[in-house]
């Protein structure tokens, strides 16, 4: 091994990867733009829809008989609903009415109704449309709008009949008192924690992947393997440097991706979501720890990936390769960011790559962690980086892996 | 320089190189000729370390290419048949990386580069992506990257392959000149006109062996032919073949 030839090889794959632009586009480009945009878009569109929505006022349509005129006066009068009367009509034309659009709902009295101001069941009947959002809000602001109504007539009758409201109110809630010591670092934490498992697991794969290839099959489909196999370079000197620049270009993504994405979460989504507030409450121990975590995974990343690489027999086949790792990666990913905030895993899942990795990260942004997973982690990811290296070297050293074309 | 005795390669089952013997000595230029398959681009790879013999030895400025192949690989140039350059690197900066890799550095380091663009004619294209280059181009980087470390052993695949008239005539100079400075030059073609103007001796390889070597008036009376590509068909495609031809 000779560090002069480890620092000469890393710097050429450094030099060619900062010269290709797919690379660039893998390591600044997605980290710092694509996944942040997709991060921000959905809620940030889904919030602007849902405010466009509210302003729209829902059209409700009293059709079959009189509506109670107390009933009529307060739908009349309440934002967010306009009030439509026409009690000549049927139900048919009504459900052709809501077919068309022309309106979100439809109420009529029911046959078996028998309300009086002071007693009886005011019966209704509503028709809409599950299909349409806007008729769906509309029952729901109708619904809201009779339990009001309905409450001030139960308090009435038991008024007029000298009874407490207590009567027909036997339990209520009066205040909740959230004990969560910090809820807007909490939520923080956990919308990380949902997030940043998958997308740092991603980047670990993608964000080094055309270094990986270049460095393996590409050199392979070049011809310039051979002529570097000829210099005078110990097999071990030219693995890890070119495992070298692979972690560093993968590092350098990975970190990109968790700082944008924090920032993204943390600092752009509350202010660009109308009163949400988010704060991120982790140690600088756990920064830092959190960073180590990844490096190692990096490193296990780049040396499965380099071996891939030289395995292959030309780019494309290595990019099939790499997209089965993809894959590989983003089903634990994506179990442990959508499926398991709050579950706990048996202690052997804790040695099991890539998924050690992404239980770690989440809890220590939920605050959860223990130094036990920490360290059982650590270790087989040092082991298995290891092992990894070892095969790649393993492949450098084989005649018919790396002649195999 | 290069001493190779009985050496074999198989791949599974199948024996690509049979029992070579070669022998180049300083300032001798030897051709390996043969036939496309014949196993010449296997032979190359023994000698320079990247193909592990499965039987003989073979030893490079007294360097045993099984034992000490980092050694071996300090005192040859190898030219593959591909110059397998890094496109988006310069020039320069392919020959800075190979100098590096041969533990050569700072002024030493960028003086040779300078000196060897110079006599390539390459130094105005010194700070220019190999990629934009023309194949000719490129096999002068690639030759200057074979005596960048002034090794004392050449050993080239082909070197005129796919290059015209003006490129491979520069070649055929270059592999003159190294000889005269007293350079050890194995190099395999098969282009006949070639190795009669540049060989010391020829070695002719057909299905993994050696069919004849000597001076070339000593393979041409072995094959009983007048020109050294009629003693290559004679000898690597069959007396046969070199009546046909006659014809």
Known sequence: MNREHIRAIWRKEMLETLRDKRTLYMMVLLPLVIMPLLVLAGPVMMERQFRQSAEIPAKVLWIGSEAPADLAAMFAGVDGIEWLLDPGLTEAEARERLANGDIDAAIALADSSSYAMDEGTLELEVIFDASRSGSTRAVSRVEALLQVWSERITAERLAARGLPGSLVEPVRIVAFHDITPDPDGFLGGMLLASLLPLFGALGAVAGGMYTALDAGAGEKERNSLESLMMAPVSRTSLVLGKFAAIWTVTFAAVALMILSMTVSVIYLLPRLMSDAELALRITLFDALALFVLMGLFVALSSAVQLSMSVYARSFREGQAYMTVLTFAVMLPGMYVSFGGLESSYALWTYAVPVLNVLLVFQETLTATGSALHWIITLVSLAVSAAAALGLALYCFKKENVVFRA | ?247
């Open chain 2, 1 to 247: 320089m290069i001493h190779a005795t009985g050496l074999e390669k198989r791949f599974g089952t199948k024996v690509v190189v049979k029992g070579i013997d070669l022998r180049v000595e300083p300032g001798e230029v030897v051709g390996l000729l043969g036939p496309n398959g014949a196993g010449k681009t296997t032979t190359l790879r023994m000698l320079s370390t990247t193909l592990l013999p499965t039987a003989g030895k073979a030893t490079i400025a007294g360097y045993d290419v099984v034992r000490e192949p980092e050694k071996v690989r300090t005192s040859i140039g190898v030219l593959p048949t591909d110059p397998g350059l890094y496109g988006r690197l310069t020039a320069a900066e392919n020959l800075r990386f190979y100098g590096k890799l041969n533990g050569m550095h700072g002024s030493q380091l960028e003086k040779r580069i300078d000196e060897l663009l110079e006599q390539f004619g390459l130094k105005e294209v010194k700070n220019e992506r190999t990629d934009t280059f023309s194949k000719g181009m490129k096999q002068k980087v690639a030759l200057a990257r074979c005596i960048l470390h002034d090794p004392p052993v050449l050993i080239l695949d082909e070197p005129t392959a796919g290059l015209d008239v003006l490129a491979s005539r520069g070649v055929i100079h270059f592999i003159s000149e190294a000889r005269r400075q007293g350079r050890a030059i194995l190099f395999s073609s098969h282009y006949m006109l070639e190795a009669e103007r540049v060989c010391d001796k020829v070695a002719i390889i057909g299905d993994g062996r050696i069919l004849a070597s000597g001076s070339i008036d000593k393979v041409c009376r072995q094959a009983n032919a007048s020109t050294l590509e009629d003693a290559f068909i004679a000898l690597a495609y069959g007396e046969s073949a070199a009546a046909g031809v006659a014809q």
